[in-house]
């Protein structure tokens, strides 16, 4: 059902120096950057990796304001990681399998995600305290 | 200098149990299931993908004893997301590398990680937070 480790979101107080981070220490580079205004953050996605199955990403999360998902974990737990994103190649299906197990599902059915992606994340409390989010990827030049 | 995100460590109280909850929810399967009398851990490496440029692994984490570093992380925290590991081809060299930008490194150099593989711990107070690992993979049929 997984294709690979889609992203890995870190929560940031400033995104710009997060960046710089990222790209001085580990030579990423920035794939993109966008305000999610539903979600309530600005993020850039850094490629680690790719490969013709997909490619895996840093994703560094700064909140437009306090009161959003982002900006209350910064207050509760401090930086660090915030939660895990894994590819799938049909969301719908994949949200089907797995609500079937008995693990809640946040998003019913998927919504706008990164980079053109739809997603939905999955209930940490179902999954050892792990804030999952599942990731399909938009298909370029896709026929269908 | 990283060449994927090689696991996602997920501290957890019940090794089995979330074994068998990655295995029913999303269909991941058991590469090793190892004791790490150093790191103080019983831990298990759940394929998510392979290819080529090498693996990536959901990487469960079960203290052996209250008084490790993860032991720890489940009392101050409770369980999920522990830490990040990124794969790299020269682990010598990406320590090198990094320590010249001013990141700590836990480890000055390579120690034995799961799998056969060479690790080394970045300091997450120079990281945003974010416990890093760098994991240079065990060759298999390397000739040297």
């Not at 710009?16 to 580990?26: G, H, L, N």
């Not at 993020?43 to 490969?51: D, K, Q, R, T, Y």
């Not at 989010?133 to 269908?144: F, I, K, M, P, T």
Request: one cysteine or more; aromatic letters at 4%; hydrophobic letters at 45%.
């Amino acid at each position: 059902m997984l294709t690979r480790i889609d992203h890995l979101g870190i929560a940031c107080r400033d995104l710009d120096a997060a960046i710089a981070r990222y790209q001085s220490v580990f030579g990423l580079t920035v794939a993109s950057i966008e305000v999610n205004e539903v979600q309530g953050v600005r993020e850039a996605m850094l490629e680690v990796s790719g490969s013709p199955a997909g490619h895996s990403y840093v994703q560094l999360l700064e909140p437009l304001r306090p009161d959003t998902p982002v900006g209350r974990f910064l207050a509760r737990r401090g930086e660090g990681l915030h939660h895990v994103g894994y590819g799938v190649t049909d969301l719908t299906a994949a949200l089907a399998a797995i609500g079937a197990t008995g693990v809640r599902l946040i998003d019913e059915r998927p919504r706008h995600g990164s980079m053109g992606a739809a997603i939905a994340f999955l209930h940490p409390a179902d999954l050892g305290g792990v804030l999952t989010e599942l990731v399909q990827a938009r298909q370029v030049g896709a026929q269908s």
